[in-house]
Each structure stands twice: as C-alpha cells, then as structure tokens.
C-alpha cells in the first residue's frame, strides 16, 4: 500500500502561481512514477505530468507546458507541482497518484494509488 497526500492547493487570481506538494508513505519502493492528473468541474480527469522517481525526465500535457514543472525529493518522499501564469481553465481538483510501471504514463488506469485531491481555483 502507497499513502498520497497532497497539499497546497488553493484560491489564486489568474496569472499567479501556486506549489502543489505530494507526500508518499508506505511501500514507496514499488513506486515507478509519480503523476499529476486534475479533474475540472463537468470534466474528465486529465493528465497534467508526471516524473519518475528512478531518475526519468518529467513529462508534461501540452495545456501545462511551459508553465508548470514538477521536481522530486526523494528524501523527503515528495514530489511538487510548481504553477505559474495560471489561467481559470487550470480550476480543477488535482491529484497526485503512483504507478509501478513506465508504461501508458498519461492513462489514469496506469497508476494504482491516489491522493485525496488538492483543490486549485484561479479566479478572472
């Protein structure tokens, strides 16, 4: 079992930036990756990035290129989702959520534990 808890969400005016952070506990070395996946309001969930925590790259959705990054602390467990220029399109839930696979990074079904969400909304 993989623990995931995310933080750091909150009301931000568009074109200001917030960290998400996302603490792992448990059995976290069968974790691969780690993603970043949001769900806005009459949305499906959506693949914002992800970034492996055996050395891979992070990748991220074109609709966040350029504006968010996600770095890791091993040490400490976490991993971050740093967001700038938000825009009111990025209001969403967003959650964090391991995967023990390099495979279909950007497929929800592909990560088999999830953090309770951290809610984001960027006003006009």
């Known amino acids: 079992q993989v623990y995931l808890v995310e933080s750091g969400g909150g009301l931000v005016q568009a074109g200001g930036s917030l960290r998400l952070s996302c603490a792992a506990s448990?059995?976290?070395?069968?974790?691969?990756?780690m993603g970043w996946f949001r769900q806005g309001p009459g949305k499906e969930r959506e693949f914002v990035g992800r970034i492996g925590l055996s050395g891979g790259f992070p990748i991220y959705a074109d609709s966040v290129k350029g504006r968010f990054a996600i770095s890791r602390d091993n040490a400490k467990k976490t991993v971050y989702l740093q967001m700038h220029d938000l825009k009111p399109e990025d209001t969403a839930l967003y959650y964090c959520?391991?995967?023990?696979?390099?495979?279909?990074?950007?497929?929800?079904?592909?990560?088999?534990?999830w953090g309770q969400g951290t809610q984001v909304t960027v006003s006009s």
């Open positions: 448990g059995r976290t070395a069968s974790v691969y990756a």
């Open positions: 959520a391991s995967t023990p696979t390099r495979l279909d990074y950007q497929e929800a079904g592909s990560y088999d534990y």
